[in-house]
């Protein structure tokens, strides 16, 4: 009963570096939405994503972040020249469709420390 | 702007008792609410989900929707310490995307043997 799985859990980098976080749906899901959550803040919706198209890119910030869903593989969720404010965990979700009932099932979430 | 606001806590109630929990959204077209827990460093958890008004019951658990009030709680009966987690109000928007939910920060309860 594989759920959302995401990796690396635990990502440290330097400023400047790049952080990658990977994220695999629950099997049979297509939809992926990645959230953050900053320390004391509440998760913050940031890109939703079916198999290689971005649907709704309307929490990301613009610049530095982009997201992908291939038609191969996990998505990923790409931060270039990271930055302390950057550290957070990082949620990914996925649903079976956009029907009124599905539910959206969080992975375990990837911590990335920027020092 | 579409805030969803909820008591930040800690919420400390002892085994046995009821725990309320309680969230305000902003925007009237919200059309589902959702709750989910949490734990210290772990994902959240789906618990209820309510599309109208009125309660619903699972387990221990009671959600209440008022539209009208733009409120919408948790009450959690004969609390046990394993209930001791962060508790996340989320909602989402008519005509948005499913997956596109607006959180609130969290309550933290605690539940003390």
């Known amino acids: 009963n594989a759920g959302v799985m995401q990796n690396p859990r635990h990502l440290v980098r330097r400023r400047g570096q790049e952080a990658r976080l990977r994220c695999s749906p629950m099997k049979g899901h297509s939809h992926v939405y990645w959230y953050r959550q900053l320390p004391e803040e509440g998760l913050k919706f940031m890109v939703y994503?079916?198999?290689?198209?971005?649907?709704?890119e309307s929490g990301m910030p613009k610049e530095r972040f982009s997201a992908e869903f291939p038609k191969e593989g996990p998505s990923i969720l790409r931060i270039q020249q990271v930055v302390r404010g950057d550290s957070a965990a990082y949620f990914c979700?996925?649903?079976?469709?956009?029907?009124?009932?599905?539910?959206?099932?969080f992975g375990e979430g990837s911590w990335l420390t920027v020092v | 702007q579409k805030e969803v606001e909820q008591n930040s806590g800690p919420l400390s109630v002892p085994e046995g008792a009821i725990a309320s929990l309680n969230c305000t959204y902003s925007?009237?077209?919200?059309?589902?609410f959702f709750w989910y827990r949490q734990y210290s460093g772990k994902s959240p958890e789906l618990i209820m989900s309510?599309?109208?008004?009125g309660d619903k019951e699972d387990g221990r658990f009671t959600a209440q929707l008022n539209k009208a009030s733009q409120y919408v709680s948790l009450l959690i009966r004969d609390s046990q310490p394993s209930d001791s987690a962060t508790y996340l109000c989320?909602?989402?928007?008519?005509?948005?995307?499913?997956?596109?939910?607006?959180f609130g920060r969290g309550t933290q309860l605690t539940v003390w043997p």
């Open positions: 989320a909602v989402n928007i008519r005509g948005s995307t499913l997956g596109r939910l607006y």
């Open positions: 979700a996925s649903s079976l469709s956009q029907g009124n009932g599905n539910t959206i099932y």
């Open positions: 925007d009237r077209g919200s059309q589902s």
């Open positions: 309510i599309y109208s008004n």
């Open positions: 994503l079916q198999k290689e198209n971005i649907i709704d």
